[in-house]
């Protein structure tokens, strides 16, 4: 009997690691592993989840119980996945459309659940993860902005540098030449820190 395991904040491969080492730890076979996701052969004893739990915490991690949570982490997954983990030529997505087929809800309830558990909209969590990409593209120095605008699926550089700089303050080209880097992790993205 397999178990499914929801987890909130795993962003990236190394998140993965992370997350599969504290349940072998905790004595759980993991069969498979993907960004917020995690199943096991068997289930865990509650002690064994009690130190899971806690070891996932001291890792900024956590077991999604409801349903709500976990749809809002799978939101999140999938745009992460789009934005960040795809090659420089990706084809044109519209976010809406992808995120309803592929969690088969209608995209206005997603968008109100999402904004009642994050207190931002799909649309500015987006917009906040495309930002966070764009920091990271021109820290590489490996892509032209042109190149960069249209993997992100901005409609002109100008108007990738104009979000930019009213997300950050700074134009991409002043982010560029400022040795500080102004990079957030991707899990807190969605946080008015």
Same mark, same amino acid.
């Given at each position: 009997?397999?178990?499914? +395991?929801?987890?909130?904040?795993?962003?990236?491969?190394?998140?993965?690691?992370?997350? =599969?080492?504290?349940?072998?730890?905790?004595?759980?076979?993991?069969?498979?592993?993907? *960004?917020?996701? #995690?199943?096991?052969?068997? /289930? $865990?004893?509650?002690?064994? *989840?009690?130190?899971?739990?806690?070891?996932?915490? !001291?890792?900024?991690?956590? #077991?999604?119980?409801?349903?709500?949570?976990?749809?809002?982490?799978?939101?999140?997954?999938?745009?992460?996945? *789009?934005?960040?983990?795809?090659?420089?030529? /990706?084809? =044109?997505?519209?976010?809406?459309?992808?995120?309803?087929?592929?969690?088969?809800?209608?995209? !206005?309830?997603?968008?109100?659940? +999402? !904004?009642?558990?994050?207190?931002?909209? #799909?649309?500015? %969590?987006?917009?906040?993860?495309?930002?966070?990409?764009?920091?990271?593209? $021109?820290? %590489?120095?490996?892509?032209?902005?042109?190149?960069?605008?249209?993997?992100?699926? %901005? /409609?002109?550089?100008?108007?990738?540098?104009?979000?930019?700089?009213?997300?950050?303050?700074?134009?991409?080209?002043? %982010?560029?030449?400022?040795?500080?880097?102004?990079?957030?992790?991707?899990?807190?993205?969605?946080?008015?820190?």
């Amino acid at each position: 009997m397999s178990t499914l +395991f929801h987890i909130k904040n795993m962003v990236c491969d190394r998140c993965k690691h992370v997350v =599969k080492t504290a349940f072998e730890k905790a004595g759980a076979q993991v069969t498979r592993v993907a *960004l917020g996701e #995690i199943e096991t052969s068997s /289930s $865990l004893s509650s002690s064994q *989840l009690n130190s899971l739990n806690e070891t996932l915490h !001291s890792f900024g991690f956590e #077991i999604l119980d409801d349903k709500a949570s976990r749809t809002v982490e799978k939101i999140k997954t999938l745009l992460l996945e *789009l934005i960040h983990h795809q090659s420089i030529v /990706s084809p =044109k997505i519209n976010y809406s459309d992808y995120l309803s087929e592929t969690i088969h809800r209608d995209y !206005s309830g997603l968008s109100s659940l +999402f !904004s009642s558990q994050e207190g931002i909209t #799909i649309e500015q %969590y987006i917009i906040r993860q495309k930002i966070e990409r764009v920091k990271e593209l $021109l820290m %590489y120095d490996e892509h032209s902005l042109t190149q960069i605008a249209d993997t992100l699926q %901005y /409609s002109s550089v100008a108007h990738l540098s104009t979000q930019f700089k009213k997300v950050t303050g700074l134009t991409p080209s002043q %982010y560029k030449q400022s040795a500080v880097n102004q990079r957030r992790s991707l899990d807190l993205v969605s946080k008015n820190i």
